[in-house]
């Protein structure tokens, strides 16, 4: 089974501030993934990755970035935090080797803006 | 664009009861489709998947049928325990990007004794 990290695993941010929110996956999967996830909303894509150096838009992208410097590591970068931002982060990787994108989740990011 | 729905938000049952977890979803292809359950504080794990119509898939006494001509994939058990307690998320991957899923708002599932 796919191993996922996350760190912090917990973050309390002032509004305006930047944060930044990692992820490594260590089976060598091609793709990687940051969901948020909020009451009633369920997971919502807001980045994800085919591998080093690419990042596609998801669902949610507006006052996000991404960073995929390598085929482990995988950034979400919230430049100028809101409160709207507090939910918990989770990061997935997955491959679509079978015909469909499996993915494996980590442990999630509990991020709170003030 | 593709969707997934799921009716129920909260659903409460008590322990030996079946449950029934209502999935449809809306896409103009070929679907995928995937149940994720989710404990308390936990990351979500893949429970069930499917690509076949009318063929039941089974894991851990859970149970879906993919039924393309009604777009659902309901998740299924025949007697919950108090360790179902979780939330469950259907999730969709289809063309043209079979690397992205679409989930639905996910339900919560309370057992008690």
């Known amino acids: 089974e796919a191993a996922v990290t996350q760190s912090p695993r917990n973050k309390v941010a002032v509004t305006g501030g930047k944060v930044t929110l990692s992820c490594n996956q260590t089976n060598n999967h091609n793709n990687m993934y940051w969901y948020r996830q909020d009451t009633g909303h369920g997971l919502r894509l807001i980045h994800y990755s085919y591998g080093a150096g690419s990042t596609e838009k998801g669902d949610i992208p507006d006052g996000y970035k991404a960073s995929r410097p390598s085929q482990e590591n995988f950034s979400l970068i919230l430049e100028l935090a809101t409160p709207s931002q507090t939910s918990v982060y989770f990061c997935?990787?997955?491959?679509?080797?079978?015909?469909?994108?499996?993915?494996?989740f980590g442990p999630g990011t509990r991020l709170t803006v003030l | 664009g593709d969707s997934v729905t799921q009716t129920e938000g909260l659903v409460t049952l008590t322990k030996g009861l079946p449950v029934m977890l209502n999935c449809t979803y809306q896409?103009?292809?070929?679907?995928?489709l995937f149940w994720y359950v989710q404990h308390l504080n936990e990351a979500p794990k893949l429970l069930l998947k499917?690509?076949?119509?009318?063929k039941r898939t089974e894991h851990q006494g859970f149970y879906a049928t993919l039924h393309k001509s009604s777009s659902s994939f309901h998740l299924q058990k025949s007697s919950v325990q108090l360790s179902d307690s979780a939330l469950y998320f259907c999730?969709?991957?289809?063309?043209?990007?079979?690397?992205?899923?679409?989930f639905g708002s996910g339900t919560k599932l309370t057992v008690e004794p």
């Open positions: 499917s690509s076949t119509d009318n």
């Open positions: 997935a990787s997955g491959d679509a080797t079978g015909g469909y994108a499996e993915q494996f």
């Open positions: 999730a969709l991957t289809s063309g043209p990007n079979y690397n992205v899923l679409y």
């Open positions: 896409t103009t292809y070929s679907p995928f």
